[in-house]
């Protein structure tokens, strides 16, 4: 059952300040770099611009129909940092673009880049493919952060206006349309836009797409016909793409393109939780139990084709070929979070603490401004997400870049690094929920009192976390402390005193009047893990990957040569845990004793009897680092799973 | 250096009576089920009746570019059966077609069934895409076929009008095109033209075809600014999808569409032999090389990827997506056998016998007209060599097909079945080869005295080979028998009296004056081999394969249950060999222990450390049948490579 009073609420990533550790130094190139970088982008190739108006038939880049999502992205990931880190010159830039929009706001409401100066005579008439909600909703969310980071309403008005519009444009009422987006992210948007404004309308229309979603007499059918196209002569060639096959109600199974679903039930989830909907919350446990049963990278990555750059079937996860898309792991982030609010358990958080420090941050390189959509679990010269070179088409290895046409992922995690903040605790009235550990000083409300929480931590490469609380008066609540699901032995102790808890639904949860100066301690054993993959993911069988806290490990050929298909770990392998601070700022690395058959052993044969000749397999030291800083040194293979020996 | 004296001749299909046994079982379904199919496809899907020339614009089916050469090869595998196998409806049909196209021959020659009817503005217009020279190749092959067969010369005599036409048209004087085949195949149909006719022009004009492929300035970029087209821009993308990257003598390594490289070195090597260009030797040894070394699948299936339907990079040889086509074994075993005559050397006959036993014979089913074209070595639901299905298109199990739009393989297969035993001996002045075992009877001109050599045995089920001679008179020559590659121990007896012999060139070589009644027995030992992989194949690391004399094995889920990516065959496994009698007409099949981690022993979770929960293998005996034999049974997964534990 529902209860939206008693439901935790994410505490904003405003009232918690990084100043250091892993995601300190995350935020600072995320500051220094990538958001620079997402900017010049966004800029050199138009985007900006695009709000002049002034394109005109033949000119070259046409203003492209998702452009504005990107715009949109930067400036809410300003917005984040402004909150914490306040820089004239980024609001100066983000200010420019609000008075284009401004003045390119159609006296309607109506606002977009693309089909106000090239197609206006198309307006609202393909939402199955032509993503004109789907730009709304991240201005809507960019106007919400913003305005809050800075004060400034401007842009939040303007959205407000867009908002109306579209309020009135669609709807069940007969001089409106039944649509709703083909690529879902304006249901979250509208239920930020309803938290901030308090306008119920906003809310309405979220809900209304979400339960017209799939529904008899299917709208893009219809909208086709209206066209004058064949209706099912499409790209996708099926609404299943779009998550739009069936009322959401009836969904059991994650399908096509993983951004568009996980933004998705993002938005149901919200809605979920604003209407007390509790069949929402079963459909939304069901298809979360699908996901992360079957369709999960050990990375956190999701979406295994790129064919339709979402989902497959069951346990089918390649590694060369894995599309995991940066974006696809931010919008499960955002969907775990969510799922929290609904149903307070540590597994949801577990899922974002594997795709944030893995699938996640390998979207981007170490030092900033280079830039992955697909994040392979493996990767061999000439093959990559995007398809297998042949010799015909031979291709270099699968490496970050500056930008992508369709550029969806460097400003998503421009704004997701800006916001980490966010996912690190939550607060109901009696209990403070500590999600996730890295150094910081954060302020809390709970029960109407004031509490500072200060955690000092060398967090995820050391398991020591020291807690420490300041309150204006003693204050009696509960401390809520996420156990990882990785961690299979910890100590707690209070005021210097061990302690001896079970988790609650993966919580230990220390109850008490709590005054300035309590300290918590909490140690994590750290040990390194040999995983293995359920039997069923036969990319993975024989093998075994390496984790560490919520680190996940890689090969490169730069430290280990090459043929890492090959390599072997044997079951009693010694590992070894080291931090080396020359590398990357400082990261942990594995090392150990490892088998491999080399090429260098063989003759030209291709096939050998093992009767005839057997080679046996030559040892030796392998290195592995921390999966999610991949391809930042010589580029060359790379391996996450390695045979078992 | 080449000797085109001394090198073997092969001894002709027609001359090799196959009455029993492993190929004789296969000859009859190729005649009883096989070419009737094939015929039955051709027909109904217009094919046969495209030479009427009846078609009109807007009429269904259009004639396709490459119709007449399945019709060529449905004609050509006819021919090879009547040799052996008269058989008046055979004959009948492939008359009425030579009548069609007898009236549909232009008066300059000219004689494709498309062209004429469909688009005769284009004739000759674009040689590097519309098949023309292709089909005039098959055409030809047909026509050299079918005249042996049955002594009638009409086919023959169209042919060679055509191929005077093509001779006409093409070559280096001023009013000539100086294009050559897009697709070969017309290079080694000239030869045996030449060979059939003893006119020299059709040997000239095929070599004309293979020193002017890839030359500068570029024909096929000369007829593209010719049809006003961007030469640069078409759908290969690059010459070498082609061959025609460079001039032939440049090539090192094997690239593009397998089916076209294979074709053309094919011609190639004939005339290498035919001119005695000791150079174009050394280029077709390290394309040789270059192919068995890294390109080549251990059940002898050639061109990994469907992208191009071809070669892909050194050592990619991935399994559940191997494109394999049957057609490109097919033209494997065509080039193997001139490379043959080139250079005695039973490597050549390895690798025939391997893609014979495996990869061709795959591509078609048990009970003879359902067909491959792709020959995957792993079978997963929801994936195919075409495609990974997502869970938006959800597929099925590969499996075999009546027939497809592009129809090369079901009658390229035919023919190759029925002219098998063109296959198994070479003879020379004064050597007789004896390249393939199997029960037959032959006929042998050796130094001009007729030898018949009659073989008794169940290979490849049994190593025993029982050869007994006949002659007019006594007759000196060497008998050289192979000794297949995975053959590690072998005895021979001459007239029961045991002999030991050295091989020359992978051939034991007895020279005596032989005399009726003579008798050569030959063991192979026949153990179960555990085959592994160049360590370079990663698809293929830490997994091991199952090879018994020439046939590889596999895996069904119909005798093993699910999960076989899971299934490991422990280093000590007692592996046991049974005649089966009541399967595919008895073949044998090999059980023994094995592990498999029991999907059924895990929970919901997706990955598990083996620190917290180690689950075992669970044993089970499996049972491996024929690779050739698979998919004839229930649908389900296949794998033929297993696990090392």
């Known amino acids: 059952m529902i209860n939206k009073l008693q439901s935790p609420k994410n505490l904003a990533w405003h009232d918690v300040r990084i100043d250091g550790g892993f995601w300190g130094e995350r935020q600072a190139t995320?500051?220094?770099?990538?958001?620079?970088?997402?900017?010049?982008?966004?800029?050199?190739?138009?985007?900006?611009?695009a709000w002049k108006l002034d394109w005109e038939p033949g000119k070259q880049p046409e203003p492209h129909i998702f452009w504005d999502s990107d715009t949109a992205k930067w400036m809410e990931a300003v917005g984040y940092s402004l909150a914490t880190h306040p820089n004239?010159?980024?609001?100066?830039?983000?200010?420019?673009v609000i008075n284009l929009i401004e003045k390119a706001q159609l006296p309607d409401g109506y606002a977009n880049s693309h089909f106000i100066a090239v197609e206006p005579e198309n307006r609202w008439r393909n939402l199955r493919d032509q993503h004109e909600l789907y730009c709304a909703g991240h201005l809507i969310e960019a106007a919400v952060t913003y305005s809050h980071a800075t004060g400034k309403r401007k842009l939040l008005d303007i959205l407000c206006r867009y908002a109306d519009h579209i309020d009135s444009t669609f709807g069940p009422n007969d001089r409106q349309k039944r649509g709703y987006p083909g690529h879902p992210e304006l249901e979250l948007a509208l239920v930020r836009l309803f938290r901030a404004t308090g306008e119920q309308r906003y809310l309405n229309l979220s809900k209304y797409f979400i339960d017209e979603r799939g529904q008899q007499p299917h709208y893009y059918h219809q909208e086709a016909l209206e066209r004058g196209e064949d209706p099912l002569n499409f790209w996708a060639k099926t609404f299943a793409y779009y998550q739009a096959h069936q009322p959401i109600r009836e969904q059991t199974t994650l399908t096509g393109h993983s951004v568009r679903a996980l933004y998705l039930y993002s938005g149901v989830a919200d809605i979920a939780l604003e209407t007390g909907d509790d069949v929402l919350l079963d459909v939304l446990h069901t298809l979360w139990d699908n996901l992360t049963q079957h369709m999960l990278y050990i990375t956190g990555g999701v979406g295994s084709t790129h064919t339709n750059e979402g989902f497959s079937f069951a346990y089918d996860l390649p590694n060369e070929m894995a599309y995991s898309e940066t974006c696809a792991s931010i919008a499960l982030i955002y969907w775990a979070q969510r799922m929290f609010c609904l149903d307070p358990d540590s597994r949801y958080l577990d899922v974002i603490e594997r795709?944030?420090?893995?699938?996640?941050?390998?979207?981007?390189?170490?030092?900033?401004?280079?830039?992955?959509?697909?994040?392979?679990?493996s990767s061999y010269p000439n093959v990559s997400p995007y398809g297998h070179w042949n010799s015909v088409m031979t291709g270099p290895h699968h490496h970050r870049t500056e930008w992508f046409d369709v550029a969806c992922c460097p400003s998503n995690l421009a704004r997701l690094v800006a916001s980490v903040g966010g996912y690190f605790y939550s607060v109901t009235p009696t209990r403070v929920y500590v999600h996730l550990y890295n150094q910081n000083r954060s302020q809390v409300l709970v029960g109407g009192n004031p509490v500072q929480i200060e955690q000092q931590t060398d967090y995820p490469w050391n398991g020591d976390v020291h807690l420490t609380i300041t309150t204006a008066r003693p204050t009696r609540f509960e401390l809520a402390?996420?156990?990882?699901?990785?961690?299979?032995?910890?100590?707690?102790?209070?005021?210097?005193?061990?302690?001896?808890?079970?988790?609650?639904?993966?919580?230990?949860?220390?109850?008490?009047?709590?005054?300035t100066g309590d300290t918590?301690?909490?140690?994590?054993?750290?040990?390194?893990?040999?995983?293995?993959?359920?039997?069923?993911?036969r990319q993975d069988a024989g093998r075994v990957a390496l984790q560490r806290g919520p680190i996940i490990y890689c090969l490169e050929e730069v430290d280990n040569g090459a043929a890492l298909a090959n390599v072997s770990l044997p079951s009693d392998a010694q590992l070894t845990y080291d931090f080396d601070s020359n590398l990357f700022g400082g990261v942990g690395t594995i090392s150990g004793d490892a088998l491999r058959a080399d090429p260098a052993q063989w003759g030209g044969e291709l096939y050998l009897a093992e009767s005839v000749r057997k080679i046996p397999p030559t040892p030796f030291t392998f290195k592995a680092i921390p999966y999610c800083f991949w391809a930042n040194r010589q580029l060359g293979e790379m391996r996450v799973w390695l045979l078992k020996s």
Chains 1, 2 share one sequence.
Not at 88 to 96: N, S, T
Not at 487 to 512: A, K, T
């Open 30 to 49: 995320n500051r220094e770099r990538t958001i620079p970088a997402v900017y010049h982008q966004t800029k050199i190739t138009g985007r900006l611009d």
């Open 88 to 96: 004239p010159e980024f609001e100066r830039q983000v200010d420019e």
């Open 355 to 377: 795709a944030l420090y893995n699938a996640m941050l390998s979207g981007v390189s170490y030092e900033g401004s280079l830039f992955f959509q697909a994040n392979p679990l």
């Open 481 to 515: 402390l996420r156990i990882p699901h990785w961690c299979h032995d910890f100590r707690i102790g209070l005021n210097g005193v061990g302690i001896s808890r079970e988790p609650e639904r993966g919580y230990v949860v220390i109850e008490r009047e709590w005054q």
């Open 520 to 537: 918590v301690t909490v140690t994590f054993a750290m040990s390194i893990e040999r995983i293995v993959s359920h039997p069923q993911v």
